[in-house]
């Protein structure tokens, strides 16, 4: 039902002279269904970690270079979309979505110093609550996402786009 949605969704707007974007999340089963040609998809190259997860970055690099590799059988315009920000995965098992701001203020708070993971290039810091209870911080600062567009974009891949932009530092040089 989808891929008729996708279908009948393209050509009314094609015919209106509106641009479609298709939204797919990393785990789309690209090798046992056929999308239609037309519209532009993009691929979600993050929640590797995240809600319902263990602890751990948004995406590194075998995870990006598997989506990349997914997306070759995407007929048309293939975009890639990175998300910032990142979670506080509790040991009592509430895992929150962080900006980078507010990642570095609870370091801050908590006298830690993040440490950058070198298969992610994301940073991470763990840190004791006043309740006892232990967490682990992984997010992306503008390093980061500038790593992770590097792997897109050596495998010839340019459009790329980001979301979730507010509570960043840096990301205005990011091109």
């Known amino acids: 039902l ?6 009948r969704l393209y050509e009314i707007t094609n015919k209106d002279d509106i641009y479609l974007r298709v939204v797919l999340e990393p785990n789309v089963p690209l090798d046992k269904i ?3 040609k037309g519209p532009e998809y993009v691929i979600m190259c993050y929640n590797l970690y995240g809600y319902r997860t263990e602890p751990g970055p948004k995406a590194d690099k075998e995870f990006i270079d598997k989506l990349i590799e997914k997306t070759n059988l995407l007929p048309g315009e293939i975009s890639f979309a990175l998300a910032t920000g990142g979670f506080d995965f509790g040991d009592n098992g509430t895992i929150v979505a962080l900006t980078e701001r507010e990642a570095l203020e609870l370091a ?3 006298d830690k110093s993040p440490i950058m993971d070198r298969k992610s290039n994301a940073l991470f810091f763990n840190y004791v609550d006043n309740q006892k209870i232990e967490h682990k911080v992984w997010y992306a600062n503008g390093r980061t996402i500038e790593y992770w567009i590097d792997v897109i974009k050596q ?3 340019n459009n790329i786009s980001l979301w979730k932009i507010g509570g960043n530092i840096n990301l205005e040089n990011i091109i």
């Not at 989808?2 to 279908?7: D, G, L, Q």
């Open 155 to 157: 495998s010839g891949n």
């Open 108 to 110: 801050r708070m908590h």
């Open 34 to 36: 056929k999308l239609p």
């Open 2 to 7: 989808f891929i008729e949605f996708i279908k």
